[in-house]
């Protein structure tokens, strides 16, 4: 989930624990991803920084047409599906091979903040994404920053070492003009904040062809 400049040697989840902190996290992602991007049933989905088990992703396996998933380490079984391609690598650098407009929807649920340069993996969503595609991008707010601390450093209800690994955070205004230099038009970009203000999610749709 994190680029070369620092690189980590674990995927979020590989240790196996995963709190009831983080439990609700990534269901309140997974009712906004359903909530704004609709249904991703027989798309070719992407979801980069997906964690070991791609806990997400492991929902809609049986419904989408093909899934790419990218994280530093992935669990063994899920590469083993044939419409599942898994690239085990950091942020930009494993996103380089995928082709050009080769997804129809792409998620990166809690990643940016971990990355030192997330302008260039913005861009690659922006080439990878397909003419009407859709890209959605969760990431804390600062707001949130208070909140995920005070719960790691404090209550050890989180993992601190997710915490130290965070760059940045990231309100509406902060999102919406890396979103625009990744080549994302601004009448196509929904940037707003949710899950009670301590994050930022956003929805880019891709322009149709010849529009």
Request: hydrophobic share 40%; aromatic share 8%.
């Amino acid at each position: 989930m994190a680029d070369t400049e620092v690189a980590r040697d674990s995927a979020f989840g590989q240790d196996g624990r995963i709190t009831a902190v983080d439990r609700a996290g990534v269901w309140l992602s997974g009712h906004q991803i359903r909530r704004t991007v609709g249904s991703i049933d027989g798309k070719d989905v992407g979801d980069f920084g997906c964690g070991f088990q791609a806990t997400y992703m492991r929902t809609v396996l049986t419904t989408v047409r093909s899934a790419t998933l990218v994280d530093i380490s992935l669990a063994e079984d899920l590469g083993s599906r044939p419409h599942v391609t898994a690239i085990e690598g950091t942020l930009p650098g494993a996103l380089e091979a995928l082709p050009d407009q080769s997804l129809d929807v792409i998620l990166c649920m809690s990643v940016l903040e971990h990355l030192w340069e997330p302008g260039q993996t913005l861009a690659h969503f922006r080439r990878l994404v397909r003419p009407g595609g859709v890209v959605a991008v969760n990431v804390p707010s600062w707001r949130g920053k208070r909140a995920l601390e005070f719960s790691a450093f404090r209550l050890g209800l989180s993992p601190a070492s997710e915490m130290d690994d965070h760059k940045t955070y990231y309100d509406p205004r902060d999102l919406w003009p890396l979103l625009v230099a990744a080549g994302f038009m601004p009448h196509g970009i929904r940037c707003f904040r949710h899950k009670f203000g301590l994050n930022t999610f956003a929805v880019c749709k891709a322009d149709p062809a010849g529009t």
